[in-house]
């Protein structure tokens, strides 16, 4: 049973830094891409990062610089680094594991709210 538990959210003040984690189980977590969704209350869900299976990296425009997916295959685990926070990051933040013949999973997301 594909599982994705995602923790590391809570309340920052501007500028500050969290770092989420999606822990992966019941599949070949290394086979996936893994992607960081949000979604912002009264928004669509926006693609925010994500990594490949070899490492690549993507990153929508809004977070470059600010953000760092990463994964660790040992340990069935991918990172979201995030810093320098601004209050337009506030939403719930999304783990989605994606195989091109095996479909995709979500977690059931942690909520960011960046606010002073």
């Known amino acids: 049973q594909v599982q994705l538990v995602e923790s590391g959210g809570g309340l920052v003040q501007p500028g500050g830094s969290l770092r989420l984690s999606c822990a992966a189980s019941?599949?070949?977590?290394?086979?996936?891409?893994i992607r960081w969704y949000r979604q912002a209350p009264g928004k669509e869900r926006e693609l925010v990062a994500a990594i490949g299976t070899s490492g690549t990296t993507y990153y929508v425009d809004s977070v470059k610089g600010r953000f760092t997916i990463s994964r660790d295959n040992a340990k069935n685990t991918v990172y979201l680094q995030m810093n320098s926070l601004k209050p337009e990051d506030t939403a719930v933040y999304y783990c989605?594991?994606?195989?091109?013949?095996?479909?995709?999973?979500w977690g059931q997301g942690t909520q960011v709210t960046v606010s002073s």
């Open positions: 989605n594991a994606y195989h091109l013949s095996r479909g995709e999973s």
């Open positions: 019941g599949f070949s977590f290394s086979t996936y891409f």
